[in-house]
């Protein structure tokens, strides 16, 4: 990701003032108008606590850190900058959970149907249920589908990801899907972030800007 957002910053108006592949010197970041986070679950929050406390808007492409959002909330509300945040940065797949939940909020009262969530990623993706996933299944439920949802997911191969989405009755069978051909949609998405968080404050997600 980070060698596509490097290919593409130029299009949207970015020359890379800094790169770092574990941890950032706080010193190379001085002077940066805009940094966008693409690393690891475990590395994530304190790049971002860094990047709060120097006041640098940020875009965070990674996921599976959710858990502290309160923590990052307060880092950047004291650093007084902007931060954006996105299970996923693809315009397309924010587009299709805007469908799953609709879908959902139709089925909520029909009891007759089951629903599940699934999806196929690399073999190097490290958390085991992505973001994007996790958000789907949190759209359906505040759609107002409450039952069951039955959530799996694979790793294999280079596969850039696809996400599903299902409905099935005695009736007949709902499916929803995104694939995603490569990764240059994630990358083009973080960069329209990175041009719109400057200036802002406080804590937003992707899809609030689309």
Do not use: C
């Amino acid at each position: 990701m980070g060698q596509l957002i490097e290919q593409l910053a130029p299009e949207y108006g970015f020359t890379i003032h800094a790169r770092a592949d574990v941890g950032y010197d706080p010193a190379s970041l001085k002077g940066s108008d805009v940094a966008i986070e693409f690393s690891t679950p475990d590395a994530a929050l304190g790049n971002i606590e860094v990047l709060a406390a120097l006041g640098i808007p940020t875009v965070v492409g990674t996921t599976g850190w959710l858990e502290h959002m309160d923590r990052v909330r307060t880092a950047v509300g004291k650093g007084g900058a902007g931060l954006i945040w996105g299970g996923n940065f693809s315009i397309g797949a924010n587009v299709f959970m805007r469908a799953v939940h609709e879908t959902a909020r139709l089925l909520a009262n029909e009891p007759g149907y089951g629903a599940w969530a699934w999806e196929i990623h690399h073999s190097t993706k490290k958390d085991p249920q992505s973001g994007t996933l996790l958000a789907l299944v949190k759209e359906m439920k505040a759609a107002g589908y409450q039952r069951n949802i039955d959530i799996s997911s694979n790793r294999a191969g280079a596969h850039p990801g696809t996400h599903e989405i299902g409905f099935d009755s005695a009736a007949d069978t709902i499916t929803l899907r995104h694939t995603a051909r490569n990764r240059e949609g994630f990358a083009r998405g973080a960069l329209k972030a990175a041009q719109w968080i400057p200036g802002k404050k406080g804590v937003f997600e992707f899809k609030e800007i689309l």
